[in-house]
């Protein structure tokens, strides 16, 4: 038995087509899945009994488990979910003028070892599957009065690109229009740089937003912050980000936390300016949210804002993106963290 939905589409008519069913029921039953969020297949009332039956047989639904919603002041909402394993995972809800963000979850831990990120700390435990992946928005779409999540970022705890398979049939059941509807150029997924897992993402002939997480603009700094770095240094790295432009013809965006006297320097600036100059890159300083046990602060402001004119200078398409969530450990693995201390 497996939950519903680790199935694509695909899987699904392809399962029909062996039961000798007609495939144009594989699309009713995601419509009931994704657009009228049934939980089981006895309310799918316009398929046959025996082919309800057969589902049933087949699928399950599982849940994921609210443990802890926390809704700081600015509105953002953190959710601590448990798994059926009793690990447990975190997503946020962002609502902001006319969108609503969820950022999502991919793994148990993660492998990658950022030292200025919760999720690491606790070590690595397993992949999500697609169905926990999805649950993740179905769940939040609960929370939602009128409206539906609209945009998805994996950002959450986990590298995305880590869980490839996953993720990417997570990705493709939220973006098709017969399941949550949601458009590729509002999906972004955030990496550490797994450069050939950036190939292959290219190759997917979708038009997902690719989001680096950089925060250091040499090698040096950047192996001591990310140990990723010493197997996929900035020069590849950059270089399979430029590709990534030109297949998707999409823009790269460049998350940079500033971490006082660590990565804030004019020389700092003027490395990231000298990579991401003259091509389809754009850059996100972020006012890093310390972390419990974690020994960084964020640089002072105008340090931040001399950063930001050095880039515009150099004619990069440059924002600074505010914390949100700051009175409830939005930032990524910190409530997972807290709950297990
Ligand atoms: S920043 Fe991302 S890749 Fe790095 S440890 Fe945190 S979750 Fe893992």
């Not at 690719?210 to 010493?230: C, E, F, G, W």
């Not at 398409?317 to 930032?331: F, L, Q, S, Y």
């Amino acid at each position: 038995m497996t939950d519903i939905r680790n199935y694509s589409l695909e899987e699904l008519e392809q399962l029909f087509k062996d039961w000798k069913a007609s495939l144009y029921h594989a699309q009713q039953v995601f419509s009931w899945v994704y657009q009228k969020e049934a939980a089981s297949f006895a309310e799918m009332t316009n398929l046959s009994l025996d082919l309800r039956k057969r589902c049933k047989e087949k699928f399950i639904f599982q849940e994921l488990k609210l443990i802890k919603m926390q809704e700081s002041t600015d509105g953002t909402k953190k959710f601590l979910f448990g798994l059926e394993d009793d690990n447990l995972i975190e997503s946020v809800l962002i609502p902001a003028e006319g969108r609503n963000t969820a950022c999502l979850s991919t793994q148990v831990g993660c492998k990658y070892g950022c030292r200025f990120c919760a999720s690491g700390l606790a070590g690595f435990k397993r992949n999500l599957l697609a169905w926990e992946i999805i649950a993740q928005v179905l769940e939040i779409n609960k929370h939602l009065a009128k409206s539906r999540v609209s945009h998805i970022v994996f950002m959450g705890i986990g590298e995305p690109l880590d869980n490839y398979n996953n993720v990417l049939k997570a990705i493709k059941i939220i973006n098709y229009h017969g399941g949550l509807n949601i458009g590729a150029r509002r999906i972004t997924i955030s990496t550490s740089g797994l450069i050939p897992a950036i190939e292959r993402l290219s190759k997917e002939g979708m038009q997902i937003e690719l989001s680096i997480s950089l925060h250091a603009s040499d090698d040096k700094a950047r192996s001591q912050l990310m140990p990723v770095n010493k197997k996929y240094p900035l020069k590849e790295l950059i270089t399979g980000c430029k590709k990534y432009a030109f297949v998707t013809g999409r823009q790269v965006t460049f998350e940079y936390a500033l971490l006082k006297e660590i990565n804030s320097s004019r020389q700092s600036a003027e490395n990231l300016a000298k990579l991401l100059k003259g091509w389809n890159a754009k850059v996100n300083l972020l006012i890093y949210n310390p972390v419990k046990d974690l020994p960084y602060e964020p640089a002072p402001g105008p340090e931040v804002l001399a950063f930001r004119k050095l880039l515009e200078d150099a004619r990069i398409p440059v924002t600074i993106r505010k914390p949100r969530g700051k009175d409830i450990d939005a930032a990524c693995g910190q409530l997972r963290i807290s709950r297990k201390t």
